[in-house]
Nanobody
Framework: QVELVESGGGSVQAGGSLRLSCAASGPTSKCWGWFRQAPGKEREAVASIQGDGRIIYADSVKGRFTISLGNAANTLYLQMNSLKPEDTAMYYC?????????????????WGRGTQVTVSS
């Protein structure tokens, strides 16, 4: 079983930046994603890397957030700039196994426990 561990969350003022990291304990695939969930709201997809290399961002973060994979492909990053109070949430990383990634499966096999991001106005 692969474990994912997020880090890099914290408290910042609006307009500030944070860089989230997610380290995998073992091999996964090229398919990764960042999700977030604010209190009282449903979990939403923030950004994802597809099996064919395409990157998809939620409209709310386009132009401000950048998702990337480390050279070893077992570490995921999320650079968050121009943060807004509405970005406040618990952020989770997720990864697909190789089979689900290669066959285009929509679900993620592995999830981290989350890191809190709080943006004050």
């Amino acid at each position: 079983q692969v474990e994912l561990v997020e880090s890099g969350g914290g408290s910042v003022q609006a307009g500030g930046s944070l860089r989230l990291s997610c380290a995998a304990s073992g091999p996964t695939s090229k398919c990764w994603g960042w999700f977030r969930q604010a209190p009282g709201k449903e979990r939403e997809a923030v950004a994802s890397i597809q099996g064919d290399g395409r990157i998809i961002y939620a409209d709310s973060v386009k132009g401000r957030f950048t998702i990337s994979l480390g050279n070893a492909a077992n570490t995921l990053y999320l650079q968050m700039n121009s943060l807004k109070p509405e970005d406040t949430a618990m952020y989770y990383c997720a990864a697909k196994g190789r089979i689900r990634c290669s066959t285009g499966g929509v679900n993620f096999d592995y999830w981290g426990r989350g890191t809190q991001v709080t943006v004050s106005s």
